[in-house]
């Protein structure tokens, strides 16, 4: 059975960091499509960051520079480090898996760890 | 604010149908296959449609997905309370970087 499960999430200060993991279980997160979406609260989803099967990395406009994906295979995980973090990052972050049939569409979310940036 | 724009919420009745649009544009919805998502806030978000109008494995045919120009619309037949949630529309936007978006979100209430 594909779950995916958030962790790292927390109360942070502006300015400070965190890195949130997504451990995958039943595929591997070699060779897939792996995206962050997070939710403000009250707000609706914003696509984060992405990471492609060889290993290109892209970034949504407000978190260029200053987040940083990655995975790591050993640990069927993928990672996201947040650098700089700003009050506006508050959400609960989300990785889910990103597949492709005619169309780009995300077929498992994990739960989602809540990120709270504030001093 | 969304690139893609959903109502807020719509509402019925246990048994009737709703819709619910998403609406974009050519750089996105009108030139790309749309997914919808249902949310149960402190649950993982739930794949209801993907290319515009299949449904995943489990997904009952209740749920339907169609699309005309640059809008999109998710339909839902003999609402259950079960349905409460909230639902959001995605695509590909080809004027971004990177392009994945999505719409604010459409609050579902079961009267």
């Known amino acids: 059975e594909v779950q995916l499960m958030e962790s790292g999430g927390g109360l942070i200060q502006p300015g400070g960091s965190l890195r949130l993991s997504c451990a995958a279980f039943g595929f591997t997160v070699s060779g897939t499509y792996m995206t962050w979406v997070r939710q403000a609260p009250g707000k609706g989803l914003e696509w984060v960051s992405i990471i492609y099967s060889g290993d290109s990395t892209f970034y949504g406009d407000s978190v260029k520079g200053r987040f940083t994906i990655s995975r790591d295979n050993y640990k069927n995980t993928v990672n996201l480090q947040m650098d700089s973090l700003r009050a506006e990052d508050t959400a609960m972050y989300y990785c889910a898996r990103q597949v492709y049939s005619s169309g780009y569409y995300y077929d498992y979310w994990g739960q989602g760890t809540l990120v709270t940036v504030s001093s | 604010q969304s690139v893609l724009t959903q109502p807020p919420s719509v509402s019925a009745a246990p048994g009737q149908k709703v819709t619910i649009s998403c609406s974009g544009s050519t750089s996105n919805i009108g030139n790309n296959y749309v997914s919808w998502y249902q949310h149960v806030p402190g649950t993982a978000p739930k794949l209801l449609i993907y290319?515009?109008?299949k449904r995943p494995s489990g997904i009952p045919d209740r749920f339907s997905g169609s699309k005309s120009a640059t809008s999109a619309t998710l339909g839902i037949t003999g609402l259950q309370t079960g349905d409460e949630a909230d639902y959001y529309c995605?695509?590909?936007?080809?004027?971004?970087?990177?392009?994945?978006?999505f719409g604010g979100g459409t609050k579902l209430t079961v009267l």
């Open positions: 995605g695509t590909w936007d080809s004027s971004l970087s990177a392009g994945h978006v």
């Open positions: 290319d515009t109008n």
